[in-house]
């Protein structure tokens, strides 16, 4: 590839001889033509259109007969660049795409086109720095300007005016500064209607809550109302007797024509209180949710989904004479303790359904609750007001008898704090081999720590609840009067009153 490398004559480098045959040139070629290219119309006839259209096109465009002008065929690189060799004018030519030709230019061409790649003048013989000419005349003249020389600043362009300018170019780009488009507004309203949705009152980032709509004129306010709408002077009397919150706010009055309206003497005074109305009452959206009550209503399943599913009895415990008013199962879940309203309490086995054990306690059982520990097969029940510690009888012989030695209490002695009674008693039950505890109330409930160790009674009225230790110490035992050789019985009562 060849570089242009011209300059002027003043500026150029070598002999006389060639600057001499490269004018020789320019003018034989400037007689040759006798019209600048200008005057030359275009040989193409593809019109006014780009050139990419026809890219991948065979032709590119149509003569006056609407036929084809197909493209030329340029010459390939290697044959290109052998030409070149053999031609030395041949960096002077150039490939015209509009006319799919090849244009030679002239030395002139040249220097101008070298020229203006190096940043100067097209033409040598333009001065770029004339002579200052000072055209305006000082003499003589009433406002004379002044003489100073022009300031650096004028001349150089203001760095800070770029950075500013750098700045909002990149917020435009980022999308940090964004333009609002204009739109294009309906020309009709509605008077009357909801401006929750108007452009003029969507604000940026805040909930506009249109103002209350003030109540529409009905035929009270006309100035012809009907006969029935206009009131007496009895009732007008009525109305100065009234309190100014129920006094109306309007009594309607008849004209003969709209000309004879006189203005209302309230005008400004309502308008007042209007936007003191508006300004002063706090005003919050409301959501209104419109919800079908049936579908908050949970789906339930189908009995296709449920199944299997117990259809059939598979066991009934019969025996009870009385409805059944308490349950409890063991720890093991082997065997099951029932209280009835027919003073039983029965010890059930749950695989085969088997009445192991009636305890026939005369009262009614109110509450029944079997110890959670496998070693100490012991019921406690509510009976009647009392409280009855039972051996169930289940499990094996040595676990009967150390049953049978913790459920037994030995004589009480007297107390040490004088005649003050204590919140229980604990009293034997021979009848059952097990213990009685009388309160002074009738006892509600009772249940059984998850280890075994402590059980509680409730008593609705006075005692909120006792709590009763099974393991104490022994020194414990002479304070209470509790005699006990393997497992203690309770020596330590936690009373709490309301």
Not at 65 to 82: N, T
Not at 390 to 411: C, F, M, S, W
Request: aromatic letters at 10%; glycine letters at 6%; hydrophobic letters at 30%.
């Amino acid at each position: 590839q060849a570089s242009l490398s011209f300059e002027d004559s003043g500026e150029g480098s070598g002999s006389d001889a060639d600057s001499d045959g490269l004018e020789e040139e320019d003018d034989a070629a400037a007689e040759e033509s006798d019209s600048s290219e200008d005057e030359v119309a275009p040989r193409n006839t593809v019109g006014n259109v780009p050139l990419q259209w026809y890219k991948d096109e065979e032709h590119i465009g149509y003569d006056i007969s609407a036929r084809k002008i197909k493209k030329r065929d340029r010459e390939g690189r290697i044959d290109s660049f052998l030409s070149s060799k053999d031609n030395d004018d041949d960096w002077l030519k150039i490939w015209d795409d509009y006319n799919a030709e090849e244009v030679k230019i002239t030395k002139e061409e040249a220097k101008i086109i070298s020229r203006m790649m190096k940043g100067k003048t097209p033409h040598a013989n333009v001065d770029p720095y004339p002579d200052y000419v000072d055209w305006f005349e000082y003499a003589d003249k009433g406002h004379p300007l002044s003489n100073a020389p022009e300031p650096k600043r004028r001349f150089v362009p203001s760095k800070w005016e770029q950075k500013k300018v750098v700045k909002l170019v990149r917020a435009i780009r980022k999308g940090w500064i964004k333009f609002d488009k204009p739109k294009d507004e309906p020309n009709y309203y509605l008077l009357w209607g909801d401006d929750t949705d108007t452009a003029d009152n969507k604000r940026q980032g805040l909930s506009y809550i249109p103002a209350p709509k003030p109540n529409l004129p009905g035929h009270e306010e006309s100035y012809n109302p009907s006969v029935e709408y206009i009131p007496t002077q009895e009732e007008i009397d009525n109305y100065q007797l009234m309190y100014e919150e129920d006094r109306p706010k309007f009594i309607p009055r008849r004209f003969e024509s709209l000309r004879s309206v006189p203005a209302y003497e309230k005008a400004l005074r309502e308008g007042f209180d209007r936007c003191l109305d508006l300004y002063l009452c706090p005003r919050t959206r409301k959501k209104r949710i419109n919800i079908d009550p049936e579908s908050l209503k949970p789906k339930l399943p189908s009995k296709k989904d449920l199944r299997p599913y117990p259809r059939t009895c598979y066991l009934e415990f019969k025996g009870h004479g009385g409805p059944v008013t308490s349950l409890s199962v063991e720890a093991t879940g082997q065997w099951i303790a029932s209280g009835s309203s027919d003073g039983t309490i029965r010890v059930w086995e749950v695989e085969t359904g088997r009445c192991l054990k009636v305890f026939n306690v005369g009262a009614d059982v109110h509450h029944i609750s079997w110890n959670p520990s496998p070693e100490r097969p012991i019921l406690a029940a509510i009976v009647g007001r009392d409280l009855l510690l039972l051996n169930a009888e289940v499990g094996d012989e040595e676990t009967q008898v150390r049953t049978k030695e913790l459920l037994h209490v030995g004589e009480p002695t007297p107390e040490d704090d004088g005649d003050k009674k204590p919140a229980v008693r604990w009293v034997n039950n021979d009848k059952f081999d097990g213990i009685t505890l009388i309160h002074h109330r009738a006892a509600s409930t009772v249940e059984w720590h998850s280890k075994g160790d402590y059980f509680t009674t409730v008593v609705p009225t006075d005692i909120l609840f006792a709590l009763f230790n099974l393991q104490v110490m022994h020194e414990h035992n002479n304070k209470y009067g509790l005699n006990y050789s393997v497992l203690e019985l309770p020596c330590n009562i936690l009373t709490i009153s309301r």
